[in-house]
């Protein structure tokens, strides 16, 4: 999620400092002075101080999220937990293999397909899954590269590898299915209208996108002309060594998690409305994803544009954005909804990128009553045709 992930490689160079002056701290309080007395005797002189700063430095690299995360976000009720509930591996396009997981009653009346945001996995629909599974058929999976789900031997991490992914998954369905995607989700879900249309119009009875966008992300997120400038000299470059020393950044991206400064980062996607669980099971997530793969997906973003698709999505669609997202700005969900024929906005108030996560009522609400709403309108009869 940029620009996130830029402020998290500085602040992952920030915690590898600390790491850094702990080990000269602790290395000039061992190797100390010489020092002669009055009858020439020399004496090591140690400074005290030095071994103790090193071990609080040492401490802080080692347990810091325990003390930055309270100071971040608020107490929980109902907390978030990356845990799993039972799924299987499907094949998908081209030699993936797909981690799926269904819950709900088989005879709801449309099934629910979730699709996350980049740098996390399926973990993430947790209130989304609980709320929306006791009335409908819920289907969360991971994306390629990411969670348990392994891409394609050729282009596996790209949006058109996604797309047709998730082509995959909606034939593996009976029955009419409403597509629901956050952030790169719905940028995987306009792909699919792109690249295919028909099972769209015939297969998909309603879209949801959540706090995302129709175009490359660096033009519809804070700050635009300046991420923009820096795509050719900054970003780009950083993103490719981040794939050629993948190992390397990975132990950064640990360290930098138990340091706490990782939550940091991850907190500037939130909004008034985080809690402790969340921020942690983001920040988790991001971190234990591969850092090449994040690095392989931002690049491909860069090249993206659904721009000239909207006019074509026939179903419904109802887009929601945060009115305070720095990711993809509410400017770009208006313009979704605007291009799109048969849109409508919902605008929830003092979100950020990660709104479905702080205010999950709402938009678990919201999501549930465009479901009713279209599974009316397109009876399951009309949905109930043949692909593959």
Do not use: C
């Not at 802080?60 to 109902?78: Q, S």
């Not at 348990?148 to 949006?159: A, F, K, V, Y």
């Not at 699919?192 to 490359?216: F, W």
């Amino acid at each position: 999620m940029l620009p996130i992930a830029l402020v998290l490689i500085l602040l992952n160079l920030v915690s590898l400092a600390v790491l850094g002056a702990t080990g000269w701290l602790g290395w000039t309080w061992y190797q100390g002075e010489w020092v002669a007395d009055a009858d020439g005797a020399l004496t090591r002189v140690r400074e005290d101080w030095r071994l103790w700063l090193a071990l609080a430095l040492l401490a802080w690299t080692l347990a810091g999220r325990w003390l930055v995360t309270p100071l971040l976000a608020r107490a929980d009720t109902v907390p978030t937990r990356p845990e799993r509930v039972g799924g299987t591996q499907i094949e998908g396009m081209d030699g993936a293999s797909l981690y799926v997981e269904t819950i709900g009653p088989k005879d709801a009346a449309a099934t629910v397909i979730l699709t996350h945001g980049w740098g996390l996995d399926s973990t993430i629909w947790s209130y989304a899954r609980a709320e929306l599974g006791q009335r409908f058929r819920v289907m969360t999976w991971d994306l390629p590269g990411l969670g348990r789900s392994t891409p394609g031997q050729t282009g596996g991490i790209s949006l058109n590898a996604f797309a047709a992914n998730l082509a995959a998954l909606i034939r593996t369905v009976d029955g009419p299915v409403i597509l629901v995607g956050h952030s790169i989700g719905g940028m995987t879900i306009q792909t699919l209208a792109r690249n295919y249309p028909e099972m769209v119009a015939d297969r998909v009875a309603g879209l949801v996108l959540l706090n995302t966008t129709h175009v490359n992300p660096l033009r519809t997120i804070v700050f635009s002309p300046l991420f923009q400038l820096l795509r050719l000299p900054v970003l780009i470059p950083v993103m490719q060594l981040t794939i050629l020393l993948q190992p390397l950044a990975w132990l950064m991206a640990w360290q930098s998690y138990l340091s706490g400064m990782a939550h940091i980062a991850n907190r500037l996607g939130f909004g008034r409305f985080v809690t402790r669980s969340q921020l942690e099971h983001t920040t988790l997530l991001a971190t234990r994803n591969p850092p090449g793969v994040l690095a392989r997906g931002n690049l491909e973003m860069f090249e993206w544009d659904a721009t000239a698709t909207l006019p074509t999505i026939t179903v419904p669609v109802l887009v929601i954005g945060g009115d305070l997202d720095i990711v993809t700005k509410l400017e770009a969900s208006r313009t979704l909804a605007g291009a799109i024929p048969q849109a409508r906005l919902e605008v929830i108030d003092g979100v950020n990128h990660m709104g479905f996560l702080e205010r999950p009522s709402l938009y678990n609400a919201a999501i549930a009553a465009f479901v009713d709403q279209v599974t009316v309108a397109e009876p399951v009869q009309r949905r109930r045709l043949a692909f593959g």
